[in-house]
């Protein structure tokens, strides 16, 4: 019989499962992790300087054309740039587990018992 610490086995977890075991493994990390550098390229990038930082978060709306584009593809790509790199380090971190673990380690040190 089977006691509840079986029935929530990490090793039989789907996303393990597929995570190891897909063919598209490699794709996957690679659309993470190029995802994970795009963002943090567009950060780096879009960083304003000390005095801008209010005006670098909001849309001007009496404008010319080409700024009323620019600034809501820019104020709405750094207000996305966390969830997208959540979505990306998770990835990443499903397929390179082995990797990334002791890095997340050092930031939330987690122990397993046996």
């Known amino acids: 019989m089977g006691g509840l610490d079986e029935a929530f086995d990490p090793a039989d977890h789907p996303s393990e499962e597929i995570a190891h075991r897909s063919p598209g493994t490699s794709s996957r990390a690679t659309g993470g992790v190029a995802l994970l550098v795009s963002v943090l390229t567009g950060i780096y990038l879009w960083w304003p300087s000390r005095n801008q930082l209010v005006r670098a978060l909001t849309v001007k709306r009496r404008a010319s ?27 990443v971190y499903l397929v390179f587990f082995d990797y990334v673990r002791p890095m997340a380690n050092l930031f939330s040190p987690v122990e397993l018992d046996g």
């Open 65 to 91: 054309r080409e700024r009323l584009i620019f600034d809501p593809h820019k104020v709405f790509g750094i207000y996305s740039a966390p969830v997208l790199a959540v979505v990306a380090f998770s990835g």
